[in-house]
């Protein structure tokens, strides 16, 4: 099993910026084989959408709606990861939650990942 806690959350004003961690806790074998790490978000009244994914082999993906202000990274011998959000708008606004996966097939990113932090609010305010 796999637990995962997020942290860094708040309410910041339009233009500001946040940082996200998330650290993934377990026995050391569950930890060890994580191959992908993401990040999700939902706000009220929307489906749940991708944010940021980052795999063991250093690639990265994300929304098209976050490209250039976001930014996904990992420190792999902790199994933390962490969302840099730059220039945050409005619409940024939501629960963001973070994910884990074993896969490597990218089963994380089309939302079916194993393990799922509880969420942490990011508040934008205009």
């Known amino acids: 099993q796999v637990q995962l806690v997020e942290s860094g959350g708040g309410s910041v004003q339009a233009g500001g910026s946040l940082r996200l961690s998330c650290a993934a806790s377990g026995s050391t074998q569950s930890v060890y084989y994580i191959y992908a790490m993401g990040w999700f978000r939902q706000a009220p009244g929307k489906e749940r959408e991708g944010v940021a994914m980052i795999e063991d082999n250093g690639s990265t993906k994300y929304a098209d709606s976050v490209k250039g202000r976001f930014t996904i990274s990992q420190d792999y011998a902790k199994k933390i990861q962490y969302l840099q959000m730059n220039s945050l708008k409005p619409e940024d606004t939501a629960m963001y939650y973070c994910?884990?996966?074993?896969?490597?097939?990218?089963?994380?990113?089309?939302?079916?990942?194993?393990?799922w932090g509880q969420g942490t609010q990011v508040t934008v305010s205009s």
């Open positions: 994910a884990a996966d074993f896969d490597s097939r990218g089963r994380l990113w089309r939302g079916f990942a194993p393990y």
